[in-house]
């Protein structure tokens, strides 16, 4: 009797995905327009993205909107950018609440302006108990700080005793990461055709696949997220096994 190959088993669904939304600047330029007009499309993008990927089953939602780098641009769309912001966290909050997301927030964020870490605060408070899936927004977020924050958090606990340096593994500074508790890192995806990582999820990006798309993000809609799924689930995941 001849084997009969197993047929391949589809790869299963990626329960957290993260996009580097990118290029909101080139959308407006394309079209003779000022960098806060792309800006304004790329927080609609937001919008329609986080709505598509509850629709399509994703648990975690992890979404790059200020780098810790991002201080480097110019002051007034530095201005314009915590602007929309705040626009966001006001007019989005009430839909994630009837919609059960639970808002989760990562990077230096408390270092915003004290109005905008109240109105963090307010929104991460209003959405706790709610049972997900969960929108993760990178804010004042930089992996490289976050690594360091994590290294410093462990030093603080074995000096005071509670921690020994010796059981310090890789599921220790993981959990001391600002995603310590959410799933590991199935798909990252950057728009507007950079490929590199900007400083985003280093640790976590370690076995996620990654798919780099031509398309500006205030054109990414859910179209563009269903084929991203689509070719996660054409990747064959080895881990570094057979
Ligand atoms: C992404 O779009 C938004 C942020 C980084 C806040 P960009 O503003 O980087 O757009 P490009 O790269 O200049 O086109
Ligand atoms: C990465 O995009 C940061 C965000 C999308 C928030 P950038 O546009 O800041 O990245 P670089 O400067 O091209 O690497
Ligand atoms: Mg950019």
Redesign the pocket.
């Known amino acids: 009797m001849s084997a009969k190959p197993a047929p391949e088993a589809p790869a299963p669904p990626p329960r957290h995905v993260a996009i580097i939304?990118?290029?909101?600047?080139?959308?407006a330029k394309k079209r003779f327009l000022p960098?806060i007009a792309?800006?304004r499309q790329?927080v609609e993008a937001v919008r329609r993205v986080s709505r598509a990927a509850r629709k399509l089953g994703i648990e975690v939602l992890t979404l790059y909107?200020?780098?810790s780098e991002?201080w480097r641009r110019p002051e007034d769309e530095v201005r314009d950018?915590m602007g929309l912001l705040r626009h966001f966290l006001a007019s989005e909050l009430d839909e994630l609440v009837s919609e059960g997301v639970k808002l989760r927030v990562i990077g230096n964020w408390r270092k915003l302006s004290p109005d905008l870490v109240s109105m963090i605060e307010g929104a991460i408070a209003r959405t706790a108990d709610n049972p997900g899936p969960t929108l993760v927004i990178a804010l004042n977020y930089g992996a490289q700080a976050e690594l360091a924050t994590a290294a410093r958090t462990l030093a603080e606990r074995a000096k005071a005793g509670t921690l020994d340096p010796a059981s310090i593994d890789e599921a220790a500074l993981e959990a001391a990461l600002d995603t310590g508790d959410l799933p590991p890192l199935d798909l990252l995806i950057r728009t507007?055709g950079?490929q590199r990582l900007s400083n985003f999820l280093l640790w976590q990006a370690a076995y996620a696949e990654f798919l780099f798309v031509d398309t500006?993000?205030p054109d990414f809609d859910e179209a563009a997220l269903a084929d991203a799924l689509d070719l996660f689930g054409k990747r064959q995941r080895r881990f570094g096994g057979l």
């Open positions: 939304m990118d290029g909101n600047g080139r959308w960098r792309g800006h790329g909107a200020f780098s991002n950018l507007s950079e500006l993000w």
